[in-house]
């Protein structure tokens, strides 16, 4: 998509979307204003391009390396991210390395997944099983959904430079949900990374609810990744 400056008729800031790919699985018809929420119609506007809000065009490992060497915000900043899965895969995963569930059905390997069938059924029918899902935090909420298997679940602490691959999509949200919006490039402006890095106080209805938030962001990354991007492997219980 072409760098498209757009105004919210609500509170007048203004917002570039030359990141966003679609909303909810669908053509981008519909934004959601950053600032206050409000949703508006894709139109282009002619506001001076002096817009309180940047998109980074950098890879986006680089974006993130460089917001956290230079503000004291991050102080949580870990480079790499994240991919949970059961201990029953751990071995074809450090021979083949990660591959989309879809490619797993194609090899005719049998894997143990985090999901049942229905949700299967709704990755494959929204083609969300040809990417390999990650997230940004170590506590995502596929480990909290499957509390019958965390004994069983183990946590793989990933390069953070899987982020630069070709094609890789950022997700908002849980990459299923129908208002999920889907980004190229990682958008500061979108995507809260001081609380995802930074301290968030849970005492707070505030703290909870970006905590919360952070934790379902989604990294979307095609085809495959190898074992050797494979950092760190940590037990789950």
Not at 96 to 109: I, V
Not at 120 to 141: A, E, M, Q, R, V
Not at 167 to 185: G, M
């Amino acid at each position: 998509m072409s760098s498209t400056l757009q105004l919210c008729s609500k509170c007048n800031n203004s917002f570039y979307l030359n990141n966003v790919i679609c909303i909810g699985h669908a053509k981008l018809q519909n934004i959601k204003c950053p600032y206050c929420n409000n949703i508006l119609p894709i139109t282009s506007s002619g506001v001076p391009k002096t817009s309180k809000i940047r998109l980074t065009q950098e890879l986006p490992s680089k974006a993130l390396l460089q917001a956290f060497n230079s503000s004291n915000k991050y102080k949580n900043f870990k480079n790499c991210v994240y991919h949970i899965t059961s201990k029953k895969n751990l071995c074809s995963i450090m021979q083949e390395g990660l591959l989309p569930y879809f490619d797993l059905k194609a090899k005719g390997m049998n894997v143990e997944t985090g999901g049942d069938d229905n949700s299967l059924n709704i990755d494959h029918c929204l083609g969300l099983d040809k990417y390999i899902h990650l997230s940004f935090t170590s506590w995502c909420p596929m480990f909290f959904r499957n509390k019958q298997k965390r004994g069983d679940l183990i946590l793989l602490h990933i390069k953070l430079d899987v982020i630069d691959q070709p094609n890789v999509i950022f997700c908002d949200r849980i990459a299923t949900a129908r208002e999920a919006i889907f980004y190229n490039n990682l958008d500061f402006n979108f995507f809260d990374f001081e609380a995802v890095y930074g301290y968030s106080d849970w005492k707070t209805k505030e703290g909870q609810e970006r905590r919360s938030k952070t934790e379902k962001y989604e990294i979307l990354v095609p085809n495959h990744i190898p074992p050797d991007k494979i950092i760190r492997i940590t037990a789950l219980e």
